[in-house]
């Protein structure tokens, strides 16, 4: 659980929040939900994510469900030093994709009294802990884990498979190239993959 009021109201020390978990989880979800509840309350708002991040907007972050709010695209973490000047909130969406700068900058930002909320994946295809999540996550105050259903099995998921023929670490993909699995799924299509590459090697 995260808490939005501290009971000590002279600290002036803001604070990080992650929200972390497999692609189809609703992380940027509920990103944009306590981005937009700031707004509502009236308070300075700042919305940064990675440059190449240009599935549904050059601009906006976008939830896979089409919600939607006004975000600055910035090439790396140091940007967001420079341009998140005179806010009470930072949200940062797909933070996985940001250098590990991205763990000291908001850090940073929390010690100069901001609210910091990043959102991004914590493992990657291959299902290991991805860029600077971990470290981010052991630097916040509050982590929320949020899960997808598996498309195989109906439990809950936290592995991104990658059902695409790419070795990239980096591939920006939707439903048809990505899909949620919880363990036993994930583990049963990596054994499979694993025994056809075997069979494709044997047949040359």
Request: glycine share 6%; aromatic share 8%; charged share 30%.
């Amino acid at each position: 659980m995260f808490l939005e009021n501290t009971v000590n109201h002279n600290e002036q020390f803001g604070w990080i929040e992650v929200i972390c978990g497999s692609m189809f989880s609703g992380k940027t979800e509920e990103l944009i939900r306590r981005l937009k509840r700031a707004q509502f309350a009236k308070q300075k708002v700042e919305i940064f994510k990675p440059a190449i991040d240009v599935r549904y907007d050059v601009e906006k972050v976008v939830s896979h469900d089409a919600n939607e709010i006004r975000s600055t695209p910035v090439p790396s973490s140091a940007n967001i030093r420079l341009l998140a000047s005179d806010v009470d909130v930072v949200g940062i969406d797909e933070a996985q994709f940001f250098d590990e700068e991205i763990v000291a900058v908001c850090n940073d930002l929390a010690n100069r009294g901001v609210r910091v909320i990043v959102a991004g994946l914590d493992m990657d295809f291959k299902g290991n802990p991805f860029g600077p999540m971990p470290a981010l996550m052991a630097t916040a105050e509050y982590v929320t884990k949020v899960h997808a259903v598996c498309t195989r099995t109906g439990n809950l998921a936290h592995y991104s498979h990658r059902t695409a023929a790419s070795d990239e670490l980096v591939l920006l993909g939707e439903t048809q190239e990505y899909e949620p699995l919880s363990r036993s799924a994930y583990f049963k299509a990596m054994k499979e993959e694993k025994l056809k590459k075997a069979e494709e090697k044997n047949g040359k």
